[in-house]
């Protein structure tokens, strides 16, 4: 099992800070998320080959390791000229993770839930141009579904990795957004039966249950706006059944990727962080 971090907290310091951040915080591995002097969110990626040496130079020098590189593209429409961007942001992404020595890329379906038939067939007319690149360069990938998202559920994100039919396509689950991917019931037990073996990566950080109180938890003004909230807080300040992710984690023998998603404390940063990798460690049994 490998043990990252994602940096999203760290992303003031200069990619060679952060990759010496990660290795003094106690992390092997970096899960490589957006950052604007690398793969920026949405946009083409801002990276040369002199940037991918120094980032191979430094990681070795810290005795850090990259498990994965998340970019986030419109590839999912429902705009065509933005998936077709998207489509090409991707392809150079794909090229950046070869020259990396990374075999394995994570990200969401990113689209819409207020079009989501069309983002489907936007997603899946992307999937059409990307499957034959990924499989050409031996890129591995693994999908989560996310809150607004055309697919939000466990469930539906399972029934579309099935539909690509690919084994080297699976499955991301955050436990952020738990209560979205079964509506709002935290059913880990059952969503895991769901993943079963197509459960390959994990990120970890806590969050409320939006659905609470009737829906009236938070209250959006006007009503059924186009608006989605949930949280990454450290483990044991929502309400997510952690006790019963890393039973069935251990029970499962997962040998995935653990990340530490925690996004909400940058003003502490470290302390979040090392707890965390703790918090983590002693969840899944690992010494």
């Known amino acids: 099992m490998k043990l990252a971090l994602d940096p999203t907290m760290y992303t003031n310091l200069s990619l060679k800070d952060m990759v010496n951040k990660t290795a003094e915080l106690g992390y092997e591995y970096i899960e490589l998320s957006p950052r604007e002097d690398f793969c ?8 040369d080959r002199t940037q991918i040496k120094n980032l191979k130079t ?4 810290a005795g850090v390791k990259l498990s994965s590189l998340l970019p986030l593209y419109y590839w999912a429409g429902p705009d065509e000229d933005r998936r077709q961007a998207a489509v090409r942001n991707w392809k150079r992404a794909i090229e950046i993770a070869v020259d990396l020595d990374v075999d394995l890329m994570n990200t969401e379906f990113n689209g819409s839930k207020y079009d989501a038939v069309v983002c489907e067939e936007k ?3 992307s999937m059409d141009e990307l499957i034959p690149v990924f499989e050409k360069e031996g890129i591995k990938l693994n999908l989560q579904a996310h809150p607004y998202d ?3 559920t466990n469930t539906g994100a399972v029934d579309m990795i099935r539909a690509l039919d690919r084994d ?7 436990t952020a957004h738990t209560f979205f991917y079964d509506e709002g019931k935290g059913d880990i037990d059952a969503m895991f039966d769901v993943a079963g073996d197509r459960l390959q990566h994990v990120l970890f950080a806590d969050t409320f249950n939006h659905k609470a109180a009737g829906g009236l938890r938070y209250i959006v003004n006007p009503p059924g706006a186009e608006a ?14 952690f006790d019963t992710i890393f039973r069935r984690m251990r029970e499962m023998k997962f040998d995935g990727i653990a990340t530490n998603a925690v996004f909400a404390w940058v003003d502490k940063a470290d302390e979040s962080s090392k707890w965390m990798l703790e918090k983590m460690k002693d969840g899944l049994g690992i010494n």
């Open 228 to 241: 989605t909230i949930h949280q990454h807080l450290n483990i044991g300040e929502g309400e997510v059944d």
């Open 40 to 47: 920026p969110f949405y946009k083409y990626p801002k990276v």
């Open 58 to 61: 430094w990681m070795r020098d």
């Open 123 to 125: 997603f899946i007319k």
């Open 168 to 174: 080297w396509i699976n499955l991301v689950y955050s």
């Open 150 to 152: 055309f697919i939000e």
